[in-house]
């Protein structure tokens, strides 16, 4: 079993949704991708990023985790 310590860095994606994409991206991009070096990094993107994320995965030591599988409590959201 791989340790945290192990891990590559983490490749987040961002799709945002088309109303939303213009306060992040270039005119006409939906999808955006981060290096990040945690899952809690990449949380924190979530929540910063809120209702303008459509989905959200992160490349992982070379698995794709869709973290719209993991859905926010909603204390970690106010």
């Known amino acids: 079993m791989t340790s945290f310590t192990d891990l590559e860095p983490i490749v987040a994606r961002f799709t945002f949704s088309p109303e939303r994409a213009p ?12 290096d990040c070096d945690s ?5 924190e993107y979530v929540i910063q ?3 303008a994320i459509v ?3 992160a490349i ?3 698995r794709v985790v869709n973290l719209s599988d993991y859905p926010l409590q909603e204390e970690e959201a106010e």
């Open 49 to 51: 990023f809120g209702d």
């Open 39 to 43: 899952i809690e990094e990449v949380m």
């Open 23 to 34: 306060e992040f991206l270039d005119e006409g991009r939906l999808v955006t991708q981060i």
């Open 55 to 57: 989905d959200a995965n």
């Open 60 to 62: 992982v030591n070379g």
